[in-house]
């Protein structure tokens, strides 16, 4: 086991080699700089010979999440087993607030955290600072949303939030001399330490193109952009319990086939990454301007992709959870919760996928949505 050393801001490694230090398990402030340790060296975002606050604050939320992880990993086992009813609850934005605080509040290790900095030469108040805060909402609407996730989770309620990865979120605003300035939101700018790619969780979105009539008389949606939603899951822990919900994140991509590889050697760059580029507008910004028609279009993109993945999230999930798909037990295991009109593009969503994936037809499909 490792043992931190602390001296002017520079983080040393005495002792012997780490194994399979992953979750500080223990509340003692000793282990936990074990792992905070651990990640400073194995994770390694950061020059090694310097421990500075934001490098202390990304290992210790690193370390934090290692916890997280186990917890979700039970929480989703247990629903998974007991196949309760499921709330999904869709918004177009979550105003989260910094997690570190939060993350060792519910956890019940604030003072095992504040003893592990403190012996690296940090107070907790100076390393929580360093956190940027989520740019995935904007106010009354957004924090609505992550109240709601937090209060599930300490209610031990099996529910899941589902959004948008906005890589630059809203704005964030600068006071000058001519006034009011607003520029992109930065908080990704490196990395944000609590979200978990899941790149076995991906599902496809279509704009445009048309419908195809085949001989059998079904339909098939054909054509136009097809673009990838890719997972980030974002632990949700609640107060004083083990549970720990999910809010799943969806990133728009596009594929490698997409990029054009002769038209960028023919010096035809933006046309080469078309298809990239316009993947990236959708999740870009929250609440892009809609004065012009391209805005509409950008901002209804948005809606209908954070409905269609999320849905068919959903709908696997419901299918994982049996042997057989009784579509009949579809409104006893799920409830959407839709915040706002912004993903009310749901409701037809769930009766295309029903009917066009699925198989139902119109009234079955019809009556499972309604209810």
Request: with cysteine; charged share 25%.
């Amino acid at each position: 086991m490792m043992k931190p050393e602390e001296s002017n801001g520079q983080l040393k490694f005495v002792g012997g080699h780490t194994k399979g230090v992953a979750v500080p398990c223990a509340r003692e402030g000793s282990e936990i700089a074990s792992n905070i340790v651990y990640h400073a060296q194995y994770t390694p975002h950061f020059y090694p010979l310097r421990f500075d606050l934001e490098h202390a604050f990304y290992a210790a939320a690193l370390s934090v999440r290692d916890y997280l992880v186990q917890r979700w990993n039970t929480t989703y086992l247990k629903f998974h087993k007991d196949d309760p009813k499921q709330t999904y609850y869709l918004s177009m934005e979550y105003l989260q607030g910094r997690a570190l605080t939060n993350a060792i509040g519910n956890l019940g290790i604030t003072d095992g955290y504040a003893e592990a900095l403190k012996s690296f030469g940090h107070e907790l108040e100076d390393i929580v600072e360093q956190e940027k805060d989520a740019a995935l909402g904007n106010g009354g609407l957004g924090r609505l949303a992550s109240c709601f996730l937090d209060s599930m989770a300490t209610l031990n309620l099996p529910a899941w939030g589902y959004g948008l990865r906005y890589r630059y979120g809203l704005f964030k605003q600068r006071i000058t001399a001519e006034g009011q300035e607003e520029v992109a939101e930065d908080w990704l700018e490196k990395f944000s330490p609590w979200e978990i790619v899941r790149h076995d969780i991906v599902y496809p979105v279509r704009f445009f193109g048309h419908v195809e009539i085949n001989p059998d008389g079904s339909r098939k949606w054909v054509g136009g952009e097809l673009l990838t939603a890719l997972a980030y899951d974002v632990p949700i822990p609640g107060f004083n319990t083990k549970n720990t919900n999910s809010l799943r994140l969806w990133e728009a991509k596009a594929s490698a086939e997409d990029f054009n590889l002769f038209l960028f050697n023919d010096g035809k760059y933006e046309d080469a990454a078309y298809f990239h580029s316009r993947a990236q507008q959708i999740c870009a910004v929250l609440y892009p301007g809609d004065s012009t028609e391209n805005g509409k279009i950008l901002r209804l993109k948005q809606q209908f992709f954070l409905c269609s993945a999320s849905l068919q999230d959903i709908i696997y999930r419901f299918k994982e959870r049996r042997v057989a798909g009784n579509w009949s037990d579809f409104p006893s295991k799920v409830a959407v919760q839709l915040n706002d009109t912004h993903p009310t593009l749901a409701i037809p969503e769930l009766m295309r996928l029903l009917m066009d994936n699925e198989g139902l037809d119109w009234d079955n499909a019809w009556d499972l949505t309604t209810k």
